[in-house]
């Protein structure tokens, strides 16, 4: 809040309360999708058929939720989306890893370890995050082919940790550019190498940034749809391809309670991300530099 | 055996030559100050000392050793840098130690050295904190203390005064004159303040466009100026440059001064301050330089003695800075700044008499601007 001392005029109080009215409106309507996802997936099938939208469910059931993890059909299996979720952690967990480590490794070389031509192959990494995903499906299948990669949630590491590299790797530049080059200068005649110097001296203070490129990564590789369906095979697929097949699964009535629940289901990971480290993640994206 | 000897280094950023084949030497325990204006090339003198930056051309040796492709780790010299660059995750303890773990010093010796240079430093109750909780100076003292944990056998000072207030700046400045004097350490230090140069250096050598135009003593540097620019840097107030003609014959040389609306000064070049040199200068202009402090107000017990030469002039700025009175007067073709007693009675505007002290008075080539007398 601002510390400027005014009075407050009947008037002014008026135009405040009409300010927050919009406010929680706007947020309100902003949330309604979630409310109904999430009244519809505590909801029995006829329920919804009967009611609206937004009536309160009757017979509140976690049936759906179970349905959705462990029974639902997703194309020609019926197992639910429970393996496909763990499966989307087999992937997201190493890639956003390793992505993030050499993302911060290359920013490192290119802002304290500069070298003839740093800066042109700083624009060609930067120049990978407009990169469109479909112009590489082709390639990247034939790539993965090449190296026995093909169908597996290796390969689809490996496709995510190239992708990602390009906006971790500016993440951290960026970052590190703020950070005073005579630390590494005083650390190299201390006696430290490459290796010690970034152990020892830059990633203590990279904390803003490593949360940074840690929930990006995990977002963007969580919610990736096309790599997932282009690479992977029935039983190394994410979860978002799973969603999609349970959703698309046209055999009897449509089960929008459990359609919800996976839904849900399948969304639940980034939102607890974001609500557990979204502060730092704004933090770290204004962190200009390091105060000494 | 010099302690540090450098062979006509020379240094190229692309098509910029910042070094231009620049040689010295100093002995072990001595004080050398590199200064000059920003751009002459003194901070890459030192980058290249310390290994951070390599050189293009010519020899570093330290103690003898050809060090010229070493790493900075392998050259056994510790730096004092002007941001203090202390790691920010770490503890003042842990800062002072570093490089000696990089060096695998063993434990026990590595709590001895720290403990050695707080106490030396007065920073053992500071110990424990992170560089973020401590203050200007603080920092100043914990980034020298790294360098004295390592004893190594060059200490090199990158402009380390200059993030300090002025007060700080004073006090830290005789704390490292003093340290100098307790250990005898071997030190290179970079300044572009002039007055930080004459009060700690054993030797200065005042740098400019990647040259060095004079190395030697303070006392050296500062009255007897190989030419204009190194007479003109050191020195607060600078030194005053005045044109004048040079008259009379050879042996008994007299410097013209014409100012305007004031009558015409000629004053005698002392006998035993000829040079060979001024005879190809004889009825040509030169540029005299004199020091504010060249100047004194007559004293009446003088009176009569040929020691100065007097000049009577209208003083235009008085300003009086507690110590002593700066005078603003016109002489020659400029105004002069002259250093006076605190307690001379004059106001801008009156009339004064002063006695030049052609003793200590120096001249130039208006041209070439190298020193001729």
Not at chain 2, 74 to 97: G, K
Not at chain 2, 102 to 131: G, N, S, Y
Request: with cysteine; hydrophobic share 45%.
């Amino acid at each position: 809040m601002d510390n400027v001392i005014r009075r407050r005029t009947p008037g002014a109080r008026l135009a405040r309360a009409a300010l927050y009215a919009v406010l929680i409106v706007m947020a309100l309507f902003y949330l309604l999708p979630l409310l109904i996802m999430l009244l519809t997936s505590i909801k029995p099938l006829d329920e919804i058929g009967a009611g609206t939208l937004l009536a309160l469910p009757e017979h509140p059931t976690l049936a759906p939720w179970v349905n959705a993890w462990g029974e639902a059909c997703t194309g020609m299996r019926c197992e639910g989306v429970g393996g496909y979720f763990w499966n989307s952690f087999a992937i997201v967990i190493p890639a956003v890893a390793i992505s993030t480590v050499v993302g911060a490794l290359n920013g490192y070389a290119l802002t304290k370890w500069r070298f003839r031509g740093s800066e042109l192959v700083f624009a060609l990494m930067l120049f990978g995050c407009f990169i469109p995903f479909q112009v590489v499906l082709l390639p990247m299948a034939q790539t993965l082919g090449w190296l026995g990669l093909s169908s597996s949630r290796a390969g689809l590491v490996l496709v995510h940790v190239v992708f990602g590299i390009a906006f971790t790797t500016l993440f951290f530049r960026n970052f590190y550019v703020a950070v005073p080059s005579e630390l590494v200068s005083a650390a190299k005649l201390d006696g430290a190498g490459f290796f010690r110097i970034f152990w020892r001296i830059l990633l203590p203070v990279s904390a803003p940034i490593i949360v940074v490129s840690v929930i990006w990564q995990f977002t963007q590789i969580w919610n990736d749809f096309l790599f997932g369906v282009a690479f992977s095979a029935h039983d190394t697929q994410p979860v978002t391809v799973a969603l999609n097949n349970l959703v698309n699964t046209s055999t009897g009535v449509k089960e929008y309670n459990v359609n919800m629940a996976a839904a849900m289901i399948a969304a639940l990971p980034t939102l607890v991300v974001y609500v557990l480290a979204g502060k730092y993640f704004v933090r770290g994206l204004t962190a200009g530099s390091v105060k000494g | 055996m010099s302690a540090l000897e450098i062979r006509e280094v020379r240094k190229d950023f692309g098509s910029t030559r910042v070094l231009k084949d620049v040689s010295l030497a100093i002995d072990s325990g001595e004080f050398l100050i590199l200064v000059g204006p920003s751009g002459c090339g003194k901070s890459t003198l030192m980058n290249a000392i310390a290994g951070l930056e390599p050189v293009t051309d010519g020899q570093i040796l330290i103690g003898g050793d050809d060090i010229t492709w070493r790493t900075p780790a392998e050259r056994d010299i510790a730096m004092v840098f002007q941001s203090y660059a202390l790691y920010p995750s770490m503890t003042v303890r842990q800062n002072i130690a570093f490089g000696l773990e990089m060096r695998k010093v063993p434990k026990a010796e590595r709590a001895e050295a720290v403990e050695r240079v707080a106490d030396l430093l007065q920073i053992t109750h500071l110990l424990e904190r992170k560089p973020a909780q401590l203050s200007g100076g603080q920092r100043q003292r914990v980034a020298m203390g790294r360098a004295l944990a390592r004893e190594p056998q060059i200490y090199l000072f990158d402009e380390p005064l200059s993030n300090l207030d002025a007060k700080l700046r004073v006090e830290m400045r005789t704390e490292i004159k003093k340290l100098h004097q307790r250990l005898g350490t071997t030190i290179v230090y970079v300044t572009h303040d002039q007055i930080e140069a004459m009060t700690l250096a054993d030797s200065i050598a005042v740098m400019r466009d990647g040259h060095i135009l004079q190395l030697g003593s303070p006392d050296e540097v500062y009255n007897d100026p190989v030419d204009m620019f190194v007479a003109g840097f050191m020195g607060s107030p600078s030194m005053n440059f005045i044109t004048a003609t040079l008259e009379g014959q050879v042996g008994d040389y007299r410097l013209r001064i014409t100012t305007p609306e004031e009558q015409e000064l000629v004053l005698p070049w002392p006998a035993d301050r000829v040079t060979s040199e001024l005879a190809g200068h004889l009825g040509q202009q030169v540029v005299l330089g004199l020091r504010p402090e060249h100047f004194s107000e007559q004293d009446a017990r003088l009176e009569g003695q040929q020691e100065g030469t007097l000049l009577e002039t209208r003083v235009t700025v008085v300003e009086p800075t507690g110590a002593d009175i700066l005078l603003r007067l016109p002489l020659g073709d400029s105004e002069v700044t002259a250093r006076v007693g605190p307690k001379c009675p004059v106001a801008a505007g009156e009339r004064l008499a002063l006695r030049v002290d052609m003793g200590r008075a120096v001249l130039f080539d208006p041209q070439s601007e190298r020193r001729l007398a």
